[in-house]
Nanobody, 124 residues
Framework: QVQLVESGGGLVQAGDSLRLSCAASGRTFSGWRMGWFRQAPGKEREFVAA????????YYADSVKGRFTISRDNAKNTVYLQMNSLKPEDTAVYYC?????????????????WGQGTQVTVSS
């Protein structure tokens, strides 16, 4: 059974940095697609970033390009989201997602597996 466990969220000030981690277990993840999404109160869950496990190709939402970096550590089965220059509008619950065959990596419906989420709060 696939399990995704996020960690690293917290309360920071605008301009600060955080690194989120998503520890994946239960399968061999080579060939999988991994994504980060976020959901602010009263809003839809939105795409943040994605990475393909083997090739390491990365994809970003326009709102985070140049500030966030997604990466993976194959040996640890862990995906990271390095978030720099955080803004109050980045405040949300951040979710890790995984799928074996997602094509449109920015669409949440393409992912079958989700973590429980980690809260990120950015104060102004």
């Amino acid at each position: 059974q696939v399990q995704l466990v996020e960690s690293g969220g917290g309360l920071v000030q605008a301009g600060d940095s955080l690194r989120l981690s998503c520890a994946a277990s239960g399968r061999t993840f080579s060939g999988w697609r991994m994504g980060w999404f976020r959901q602010a109160p009263g809003k839809e869950r939105e795409f943040v970033a994605a990475i393909t496990w083997i090739s390491g190709n990365t994809y970003y939402a326009d709102s985070v390009k140049g500030r966030f970096t997604i990466s993976r550590d194959n040996a640890k089965n862990t995906v990271y989201l390095q978030m720099n220059s955080l803004k109050p509008e980045d405040t949300a619950v951040y979710y890790c997602a995984a799928d074996t065959s997602a094509v449109r990596l920015n669409r949440r419906y393409e992912y079958d597996y989700w973590g429980q989420g980690t809260q990120v709060t950015v104060s102004s």
